[in-house]
């Protein structure tokens, strides 16, 4: 139990173009979900916190209006990288949680490449 | 400010060794210590956690050593196999509605054979 699922699992897309990136949990319902930002060798930054049927908490220097979250259901968040450029390419990746006293369980992550 | 600092940065261990990752967090008010492992171009998977109301928690080859006075806390992983040979995170969270893990720098961890 307790998996939650990404997708794309990889996406290249040209500088100026927007990408979405969907989260699912498969099996539980997710009350809040996350998203992170990891560059190559460095650790999970936290983006944002979503939690469904309200607008998103963004960590300072996150930019709200290039990434886009709306959790929309207890089951699906996405994320939308607007007017993607070359330093967005990164791999991002989501979790979830199904209450407030319960670990956090992480999607298989998406790798954008942009050109 | 670094809320949870983890070291060292890289580890090797020799095949059957014991591994040993260190974690130091300034928060009083976490309360859920969970370990995730991580593979090359993959998600963190959560390999055990703990909470501050005991000193160990074991799983298999991996325990967690809890000290709360110190504010400390590490994975040990006995029996280093090669497949063990991941990049390892530890995190902390406050038992609050919405609040996100807060991550460790990660342990680069080799296990030669």
């Known amino acids: 139990g307790a998996v939650v699922s990404q997708h794309p699992s990889r996406v290249i897309c040209k500088s100026g173009t927007s990408v979405k990136i969907e989260c699912r949990s498969l099996?539980?319902?997710?009350?809040?979900m996350f998203w992170y930002r990891q560059f190559p060798k460095q650790s999970l930054m936290l983006m944002a916190t979503s939690n469904e049927g309200s607008k998103a908490t963004y960590e300072q220097g996150v930019e709200k209006d290039k990434f886009l979250i709306n959790h929309a259901s207890l089951t699906l968040s996405t994320l939308t990288v607007t007017s993607a450029h070359p330093e967005d390419s990164s791999f991002y990746i989501c979790?979830?949680?199904?209450?407030?006293?319960?670990?956090?369980?992480f999607g298989p992550g998406t790798r954008l490449t942009v050109l | 400010q670094q809320q949870v600092k983890q070291s060292p940065q890289s580890l090797i261990v020799q095949k059957g060794g014991i591994s040993i990752i260190n974690c130091a967090y300034e928060n009083t008010a976490f309360d859920y210590f969970p370990w995730y492992q991580q593979f090359p171009g993959k998600g963190p998977a959560l390999l055990i956690a703990?909470?501050?109301?005991?000193s160990e928690k074991k799983e298999g080859r991996f325990t967690i050593s809890f000290n709360k006075s110190a504010k400390q806390f590490s994975l040990h992983i006995m029996d280093s196999q090669p497949g063990d040979s991941a990049t390892y995170f530890c995190?902390?969270?406050?038992?609050?509605?919405?609040?996100?893990?807060?991550f460790g720098k990660g342990t680069t961890l080799s296990v030669s054979s």
């Open positions: 703990i909470r501050p109301d005991v």
């Open positions: 979790s979830a949680r199904w209450s407030d006293y319960n670990e956090q369980f």
């Open positions: 099996d539980f319902q997710a009350t809040t």
């Open positions: 995190a902390a969270s406050k038992n609050q509605a919405g609040t996100a893990l807060i």
